[in-house]
């Protein structure tokens, strides 16, 4: 079955510390993958996607992620983190074949001072 | 323009009220959704619109009822709602017809519909 895996729920970190959320996914075909970020109340806003091509992709906001085949594994990098990141991730995994996107349950970021 | 727009951002309503919630986009996107989210979940899809034709309906309860205008505009009409259908609704728009190339979907920021 197709699906996406964030193990972490919620992650603390110092402002300026670095940042990794991690993304699994298990999808038969290949996979579009992409990392949204929502603020209390808000809309997601995509932060970076990843469809073919180079495995290290540049996002908005200083984000990037590296896309693993052999580890299925999209995980989101960030190598300084502000206070204005704490908001919820959410990595999402579609297909050219789909018109869904399949979203894992989201990982919270708080960002201390 | 680069935005989907939703109205409006709160809505409460009684159980035997009838709503509409209102999307809109000038991207030139084909493809227009409904999402519900709850609280501290993820957004689960409710309907998929493409060319302006229903293609998904994720088995959502009649009392939500989608239409699509035109291919800028997506409303979804409420209907003697229940309190459990509390939630955020989303509204998204994509580039690429379905089966095609998904290049990621456009979010509005939602409105806050809460049934009393």
């Known amino acids: 079955a197709q699906s996406v895996t964030q193990p972490d729920i919620h992650i603390t970190v110092s402002e300026g510390a670095s940042l990794e959320l991690r993304c699994n996914y298990s999808?038969?075909?290949?996979?579009?993958l992409f990392w949204y970020v929502q603020s209390p109340g808000q809309g997601l806003q995509l932060l970076l996607k990843?469809?073919?091509?180079?495995?290290l992709v540049q996002g908005i906001k200083g984000f990037e992620a590296e896309f693993k085949r052999s580890q299925s594994s999209f995980n989101l990098r960030k190598p300084s983190v502000h206070w204005s990141d704490a908001a919820e991730y959410f990595c999402?995994?579609?297909?050219?074949?789909?018109?869904?996107?399949?979203f894992g349950t989201g990982t919270r970021l708080q960002v201390f001072p | 323009d680069t935005e989907v727009t939703q109205t409006p951002k709160h809505l409460v309503m009684g159980m035997t009220n009838k709503k509409s919630l209102k999307c809109e986009q000038h991207?030139?996107?084909?493809?227009m959704y409904w999402y519900k989210q709850k609280a501290k979940k993820p957004p689960e899809l409710m309907f998929v619109?493409?060319?302006?034709?229903?293609?998904i309906n994720e088995s959502v309860p009649s009392r939500f009822s989608p239409e699509c205008p035109n291919s800028s505009l997506l409303n979804l009409h409420l209907h003697a709602l229940q309190p459990e259908d509390s939630a955020l609704y989303l509204c998204?728009?994509?580039?690429?017809?379905?089966?095609?190339?998904?290049?990621?979907?456009?979010f509005g920021s939602g409105t806050r519909l809460t049934v009393v």
């Open positions: 998204a728009s994509s580039q690429a017809p379905p089966r095609g190339d998904s290049r990621g979907y456009t």
């Open positions: 999808y038969g075909a290949t996979p579009y």
């Open positions: 990843y469809f073919s091509g180079d495995t």
């Open positions: 999402a995994v579609g297909s050219y074949n789909t018109d869904k996107l399949i």
């Open positions: 991207m030139g996107h084909r493809a």
């Open positions: 619109y493409s060319y302006e034709k229903l293609s």
